[in-house]
């Protein structure tokens, strides 16, 4: 052959769970498949689309090789593309990779005879190898590691790739207009030095580290193109000091005041050094995932986590001081030792460390992990779809994660939404514990159905007030000046729940404050240029506990995103 006038058109396919995720992983494989650029294409899609239009798009491109990249968000979604796209283009081979189909590739090929192979692990080798044996530049797939594929009607294993060097994975973004709208992934590490049992990164134990240079050269180039954010995707950030250290300086001292970076770091391996430097950081500049998963010594032993919780809530402690960082902490339901009443307790725990946000997780019994080869000792029953979500274990009864699903709802409606912290936090002294209240709320909403219909912001309120008045009825005026609070701090509601009275403050006295404040300026200064008319659209006053108090939404607080306020000299 001759292999100048070979030419496949590739087509790396990536359906995303949302429009403004993008495919680290495709652009990766196309970067390092430098031969074949102009050849290889990248088709993102989202599980929201209809099939039909991806069927439309992927045929209409006319691929001769077609590859997809499997994770648990999308695989039920991509197998049904891939059943039909086959009937369309029955010549055409198909490759798959990703975690959802690397640790059982046997199988995925016994349940998808219309695929050709799977490119198991990491992909950039393995994937610049398989088109160099369709560029008939190899003769032999068998000569390829990382691959399980079909010849015929016998399925051929080659032996797992070695890791390697992520410095030689080319940066992907140099076209950063093609990302615009999209959140950007980053990664700086592959691999995780922890163990832990319900985890994939578990598996791959070598942990490598991409150069120093090329990484503050990257982020530069993110910096002087004034991108929002960048979602680093390395799985404990903070396992090497001196590798953390250097990229937080770097976006310290280069800071152009718009980007954000996001980590997940492992709280308790911080140290002090890492504190004063992150709480010397602009407001916003970072956010830190902190994967806490329970707080039960048992539980936390037996999944090979390595974490202090003490040592944990005083990390997050200290770094809530600096007021500057959102901090995201996770919990996993359904996981060993952990029944319903522990899970409380660990709710709880967490629930006092303050964190901006408290996310709910279920556990996923994910093939290859530790967790999926002793389930059956646990007695885990999860769900055969993906994301093998938990059903019940020896501890939780499905009872109980119906319960905790409803917990989670109010959580994240009552709690993560930031729009209700006033109220929240006082609610909390009327019941036992935190999770407690969360338990009673949602009950609330279960015995009034409220979880089978959808509710506006202002019917979230009313919802709140009506549980109030039920559960502390001689208390419900005060929580009403705090639901009123938590309401316009956020927005400047023109429509009033009908639960609240008036704002208190008159017509008149309102255009006699802002005649004042167009001359003197005392609390809108960042107004400058605008009238009287002009500020009152923009702002609102409010009579709450016997106080005039003034909402600035021009000013918000750079992490709750809440109106800056003034109390009124009278």
């Keep these: 052959w001759d292999n100048k006038m070979i030419k496949k058109h590739t087509i790396l396919a990536a359906i995303n769970a949302k429009y403004i995720h993008s495919n680290l992983a495709v652009y990766c494989l196309r970067a390092y498949?430098?031969?074949?650029?102009?050849?290889?294409?990248?088709?993102?899609?989202?599980?929201?689309?209809?099939?039909?239009?991806?069927?439309?798009?992927?045929?209409?491109?006319?691929?001769?090789?077609?590859?997809?990249?499997?994770?648990?968000?999308?695989?039920?979604?991509?197998?049904?593309?891939?059943?039909?796209?086959?009937?369309?283009?029955?010549?055409?081979?198909?490759?798959?990779?990703?975690?959802?189909?690397?640790?059982?590739?046997?199988?995925?090929?016994?349940?998808?005879?219309?695929?050709?192979?799977?490119?198991?692990?990491?992909?950039?080798?393995?994937?610049?190898?398989?088109?160099?044996?369709?560029?008939?530049?190899?003769?032999?797939l068998r000569k390829i590691p990382g691959l399980t594929y079909r010849d015929k009607d016998e399925i051929i294993e080659t032996p797992w790739r070695p890791v390697m060097d992520l410095s030689k994975v080319p940066f992907v973004y140099e076209h950063i207009e093609d990302f615009e709208h999209k959140i950007i992934y980053y990664e700086s590490s592959r691999g995780c030095p922890f163990s832990c049992s319900y985890c994939l990164s578990s598996i791959d134990k070598c942990l490598r580290f991409r150069d120093l240079s090329l990484v503050k050269k990257e982020l530069q180039f993110f910096l002087d193109h004034k991108v929002p954010q960048v979602k680093f995707v390395d799985r404990t950030f903070n396992c090497r000091h001196d590798h953390a250290m250097e990229i937080w300086r770097y976006i310290k001292e280069h800071d152009n005041g718009i980007t954000n970076f996001h980590f997940e770091v492992s709280a308790d391996l911080l140290n002090e050094?890492?504190?004063?430097?992150?709480?010397?950081?602009?407001?916003?500049?970072?956010?830190?995932?902190?994967?806490?998963?329970?707080?039960?010594?048992?539980?936390?032993?037996?999944?090979?986590?390595?974490?202090?919780?003490?040592?944990?809530?005083?990390?997050?402690?200290?770094?809530?001081?600096?007021?500057?960082v959102h901090q995201h902490l996770d919990l996993i339901a359904g996981l060993p030792y952990e029944g319903y009443e522990s899970f409380g307790k660990s709710f709880d725990r967490v629930y006092k460390m303050n964190p901006e946000q408290l996310q709910l997780g279920f556990l996923k019994v994910l093939k290859?992990?530790?967790?999926?080869?002793?389930?059956?000792?646990?007695?885990?029953?999860?769900?055969?779809?993906?994301?093998?979500?938990?059903?019940?274990?020896?501890?939780l009864t499905y009872a109980e994660v119906i319960r905790l699903k409803?917990?989670?709802?109010?959580?994240?409606?009552?709690?993560?939404?930031?729009?209700?912290?006033?109220?929240?936090?006082?609610?909390?002294?009327?019941?036992?514990?935190?999770?407690?209240?969360?338990?009673?709320?949602?009950?609330?909403?279960?015995?009034?159905?409220?979880?089978?219909?959808?509710h506006s912001r202002i019917g979230r309120y009313e919802i709140l007030y009506d549980f109030i008045v039920k559960t502390c009825k001689e208390r419900s005026e005060q929580y009403m000046e705090m639901l009123t609070l938590d309401m316009y701090l956020r927005d400047n509601v023109?429509?009033?729940?009908?639960?609240?009275?008036?704002?208190?403050?008159?017509?008149?006295?309102?255009?006699?404050?802002?005649?004042?404040?167009?001359?003197?300026?005392?609390?809108?200064?960042?107004?400058?240029?605008?009238?009287?008319?002009?500020?009152?659209?923009?702002?609102?006053?409010?009579?709450?506990?016997?106080?005039?108090?003034?909402?600035?939404?021009?000013?918000?607080?750079?992490?709750?995103?809440?109106?800056?306020i003034y109390y009124l000299s009278e």
């Design 368 to 395: 290859g992990s530790v967790m999926h080869d002793r389930a059956q000792e646990y007695g885990i029953v999860y769900q055969d779809r993906a994301p093998y979500e938990v059903l019940s274990t020896k501890w």
């Design 33 to 140: 498949a430098k031969p074949y650029i102009d050849e290889v294409e990248i088709a993102e899609y989202t599980i929201n689309q209809q099939v039909d239009d991806i069927l439309m798009s992927l045929y209409q491109k006319h691929p001769d090789i077609l590859c997809f990249s499997c994770y648990i968000w999308n695989i039920e979604y991509t197998e049904r593309v891939i059943r039909e796209i086959h009937k369309l283009l029955p010549e055409v081979p198909i490759w798959l990779g990703g975690p959802e189909v690397s640790y059982d590739a046997r199988e995925v090929l016994r349940r998808l005879p219309q695929v050709t192979g799977v490119m198991k692990g990491e992909g950039e080798v393995t994937f610049l190898e398989v088109l160099d044996y369709y560029h008939g530049k190899r003769d032999d």
């Design 406 to 454: 409803q917990i989670e709802e109010m959580v994240e409606v009552y709690y993560n939404s930031g729009q209700f912290c006033c109220t929240m936090a006082a609610l909390e002294q009327e019941f036992a514990s935190p999770f407690c209240m969360y338990e009673c709320l949602a009950a609330y909403y279960d015995e009034k159905n409220a979880f089978a219909v959808s």
């Design 494 to 564: 023109k429509k009033r729940p009908e639960f609240l009275r008036e704002s208190g403050v008159s017509s008149d006295e309102a255009a006699a404050f802002y005649k004042k404040e167009e001359k003197e300026r005392t609390y809108l200064k960042a107004y400058e240029g605008y009238d009287r008319r002009q500020m009152r659209k923009m702002t609102h006053l409010e009579r709450i506990d016997g106080k005039t108090v003034l909402f600035d939404y021009k000013n918000r607080d750079p992490l709750t995103g809440n109106a800056a």
């Design 273 to 324: 050094k890492e504190i004063a430097l992150i709480n010397r950081m602009r407001p916003g500049l970072i956010q830190l995932e902190i994967g806490v998963q329970s707080a039960n010594e048992i539980t936390i032993r037996e999944i090979n986590r390595t974490m202090k919780i003490d040592v944990l809530s005083t990390i997050v402690d200290k770094i809530k001081k600096g007021n500057n």
